[in-house]
């Protein structure tokens, strides 16, 4: 299983972003898909995940600004971010964990940049 991440760059506060993650299998096969995030010197943390159900989750300091969503036709999640702030300056992770093995796989990550 491979994950591919795209989408990342430098952006202006307050603009917009949206990134992608392509898996080489169905996701379909995957029981959650999610986006985590590491700024420098931090932890990684959830940004948003959605389930096989469409259900989503976010992270307390995105939420109001950015939406995941899932295509199962293009084997694909994506991350919508919206009124970017410096502090969502980070590097972003695309996970998905498959329902066969319970095992989580991980695409490189894709660096957001936000400039005051």
């Known amino acids: 299983v491979q994950l591919q991440a795209s989408g990342g760059g430098l952006v202006q506060a307050g603009g917009s972003l949206s990134l992608s993650c392509a898996a080489s299998v169905s996701t379909v096969s995957f029981r959650s898909m999610g986006w985590y995030r590491q700024a420098p010197g931090k932890q990684r943390e959830l940004a948003a995940s959605i389930n096989s159900s469409g259900s989503t989750n976010y992270g307390d300091s995105v939420k109001g600004r950015f939406t995941i969503s899932r295509d199962n036709a293009k084997n694909t999640v994506y991350l919508q971010m919206n009124s970017l702030k410096p502090e969502d300056t980070a590097v972003y992770y695309c996970?998905?964990?498959?329902?066969?093995?319970?095992?989580?796989?991980w695409g490189r990550g894709t660096l957001v940049t936000v400039s005051s």
């Open positions: 996970k998905m964990t498959r329902y066969l093995n319970n095992v989580d796989y």
